[in-house]
């Protein structure tokens, strides 16, 4: 199966200015997840999505980002305006609800952002 | 909140050594995953952990669960090259909502 499709690979911006992230899922993935991962840290959850709807987004920078999972498919992730400290990668992963509990995370080849 | 803290932070071993990282969590867990991140990648799923006191191997790799389940380790036998990455142990609190939080990761470099 295809993997989880993330865009762009890489994206150098200057403080202030505002960015958006794309992810697709793996086909059949009821929730989708949206991860910070500073250098040499470890992934830190922004939000997570089941279908459409937003299951937990405690730990998401409601002032700047925003995130949306519009028909239950692929989300977007946006920043703005954005600080020096969000350069990160920003990881997706989806899993699926059907096959319970055997089955971890397949997560994107991230969104690197530097924030100049 | 939720606290998952690993240790080491970092490990150099010489090849054919013997590695293991521990896993604690602040809070009682109802399952755990490992992932290994390669340099430059991003985190791919190893395994889950359910039981209490389960442990599971996957060839070189040994994974146990606490009795607690408030800790875990990962242990690989005779370390290769190709085990070089960080590795990190994904905890949830609760069943079902398949949320996890990510240890802080060991970072394991094998000397040829």
């Known amino acids: 199966e295809a993997g989880v499709a993330q865009s762009p690979r890489y994206k150098i911006i200057e403080k202030r200015q505002s960015v958006a992230f794309w992810c697709n899922p793996i086909?059949?993935?009821?929730?989708l997840y949206w991860y910070q991962q500073i250098l040499g840290q470890g992934p830190k959850l922004l939000i997570q999505f089941q279908n459409n709807g937003v299951v937990d987004d405690s730990q998401l920078p409601k002032d700047r980002f925003s995130a949306e999972r519009l028909k239950g498919v692929d989300s977007t992730l946006k920043i703005q305006p954005a600080k020096l400290e969000d350069s990160a990668v920003y990881l997706c992963?989806?899993?699926?609800?059907?096959?319970?509990?055997?089955?971890?995370?397949?997560f994107g080849s991230g969104t690197r952002l530097t924030v100049v | 909140g939720q606290q998952v803290m690993q240790i080491p932070q970092y490990q150099h071993v010489q090849e054919g050594e013997d590695f293991t990282t521990y896993c604690n969590s602040s809070t009682t867990l109802s399952n755990i995953q490992w992932y290994k991140q390669r340099p430059g990648g991003h985190p791919v799923f190893l395994i889950q952990l359910v039981k209490s006191g389960e442990v599971k191997k996957q060839k070189r790799l040994t994974f146990q669960f606490g009795e607690a389940k408030k800790n875990s380790s990962l242990h690989i036998t005779a370390t290769q090259t190709t085990d070089v990455g960080t590795y990190f142990c994904?905890?949830?609190?609760?069943?079902?909502?398949?949320?996890?939080?990510f240890g802080t990761g060991t970072r394991l470099k094998v000397l040829a």
């Open positions: 994904a905890g949830s609190k609760t069943s079902g909502t398949y949320k996890y939080i």
């Open positions: 992963a989806s899993s699926s609800l059907r096959v319970g509990l055997n089955y971890g995370y397949t």
């Open positions: 086909s059949g993935h009821a929730t």
